[in-house]
């Protein structure tokens, strides 16, 4: 389970990546933030996202357009 969830079904690109920049700050490092996006533009900016911040991005799914990614916060 990750130490916290950030809900931005409903919001279009870039404001899940800008508020998934935000939610990290609050997990402790090493810890796991938790996104759910509807925005299918958010695969490509979550890979992007992980690659620029050193960030892992350890887990990513779709089920019924709701996109699932699970990003381990750099220690």
Given at each position: ?75
């Amino acid at each position: 389970m990750a130490d916290k969830t950030l809900d931005a079904k409903g919001l279009n690109c870039p404001l899940p990546i800008l508020k998934a920049k935000k939610a990290i700050g609050e997990v402790p490092k090493g810890g796991t933030l938790e996104v759910l996006s509807t925005d299918p533009g958010s695969v490509a900016d979550f890979e992007a996202f992980c690659r620029t911040t050193g960030n892992e991005l350890i887990e990513t799914g779709e089920d019924g357009g709701v996109y699932r990614f699970l990003i381990k916060h750099a220690a």
